[in-house]
């Protein structure tokens, strides 16, 4: 699997982004997916994860009822829906395929997800 991330950009606190993780290969739908997220001088930080059919979806608290992730095994896409941004929220996100021998416990954890996309920058304004 190979992951490529786009739609961040400039937004004012309030408003919205999608950001899309397109990714290629024949092995996505048997992958759980993630969003993470890095500011700079802190370390990466977990957004959000998705099960490999998209029924089970878990959420960091500081996002939960503002972003929302979603897939499309036909379409090998997972994206990630910001609303109600915050300035705190400013990052560059990273889309993220869990190894095969992740599970829902070790959903969070960075080093369990391989490859990674190559990071989309999301500004957001006061």
């Known amino acids: 699997v190979q992951l490529q991330a786009s739609g961040g950009g400039l937004v004012q606190a309030g408003g919205s982004l999608e950001l899309s993780c397109a990714a290629s290969g024949r092995s996505f739908s048997n992958r759980r997916m993630a969003w993470f997220r890095q500011a700079p001088g802190k370390e990466r930080e977990f957004v959000a994860a998705?099960?490999?059919?998209?029924?089970?979806?878990y959420y960091a608290d500081f996002v939960k009822g503002r972003f929302t992730i979603y897939r499309d095994n036909d379409k090998n896409m997972v994206d990630l829906q910001m609303n109600s941004l915050k300035p705190e929220d400013t990052s560059i996100y990273y889309c993220a395929a869990q190894t095969l021998g992740g599970t829902m416990g070790t959903l969070t954890l960075a080093h369990m997800y391989d490859p990674w996309g190559q990071g989309t920058l999301v500004t957001v304004s006061s």
């Open positions: 998705i099960s490999k059919s998209g029924d089970l979806k």
